[in-house]
Every structure is written in structure tokens, then in C-alpha cells.
């Protein structure tokens, strides 16, 4: 049975830091795409970053480049995402999906799989 178990999220004050981790199990984790999303009282579910099966690639959003790092471990079956500087505008819930396509140029924000897990809430205030 395929699953994705975020976690990791919690209150952060604005400046602060937070890892996100994605425990993966019931497929080829070293096979797969990796993409963090996240989704704000009110609004779509964005893409955040993703990351290739090999770890050697990654991708970010505007909002979070040079804030956000994501790595995997592929021993463990997990794709972690450091979140440094965070402000409030990073308040979400953050899910992982498999995504098909995660290049340096290239992102396909579509979660493969079309379930989504439980997600980890992140909330930046003061």
C-alpha cells in the first residue's frame, strides 16, 4: 500500500527554522520524483520543491529559493525540507507527492498517485 507520512511541522516565530521530513513505503522510493506542496487557509496547493530519484537535481519555487533546502535519503526512504528564515507567508499545510517530472528547468506539479497524505502544519507567527 502506497504512503506518504509528512511530518515535522509545528509554531515557529518569523526568522525561525524547520525540517520537514516525508517517510515513503509501498513503492521504488530510489525510482521516484519527490515534490513538497503546500496549501494556505483559502488557497490552491502549490508546489514548493522537488527532488530527482537520484537526489542530484532540485527544483524550487520562487517564494523559497535560497530558504529552503530538500535532500533525500534514499536508504531511508525519505525526502526531508530544511526550511530556514521562515516568515509568515510560509504558514501552510506541507504535503509530498510523487511528481513526474522535477528538472532544473522543468516541474510537473501533479501528484502521480492523486491521494494526498494527512500533511504536517506549519505556522509562522510571532
Known amino acids: 500500500q502506497l504512503q506518504l507520512v509528512e511530518s515535522g511541522g509545528g509554531l515557529v516565530q518569523p526568522g525561525g527554522s524547520l525540517r520537514l521530513s516525508c517517510a515513503a513505503s509501498?513503492?521504488?522510493?530510489?525510482?521516484?520524483?519527490i515534490g513538497w506542496f503546500r496549501q494556505a487557509p483559502g488557497k490552491e496547493r502549490e508546489g514548493v520543491s522537488c527532488?530527482?530519484?537520484?537526489?542530484?537535481?532540485?527544483n524550487y519555487a520562487d517564494s523559497v529559493k535560497g530558504r529552503f533546502t530538500i535532500s533525500r535519503d534514499n536508504a531511508k526512504n525519505t525526502v526531508y525540507l530544511q526550511m530556514n528564515s521562515l516568515k509568515p507567508e510560509d504558514t501552510a499545510a506541507y504535503y509530498c507527492?510523487?511528481?513526474?517530472?522535477?528538472?532544473?528547468?522543468?516541474?510537473?506539479?501533479?501528484?502521480?498517485?492523486?491521494?494526498w497524505g494527512q500533511g504536517t502544519q506549519v505556522t509562522v507567527s510571532s
Open positions: 527532488i530527482s530519484s537520484s537526489g542530484s537535481t532540485t
Open positions: 509501498g513503492f521504488t522510493f530510489d525510482d521516484r520524483v
Open positions: 507527492a510523487v511528481v513526474p517530472v522535477c528538472t532544473a528547468t522543468r516541474v510537473v506539479w501533479t501528484n502521480i498517485f492523486a491521494s
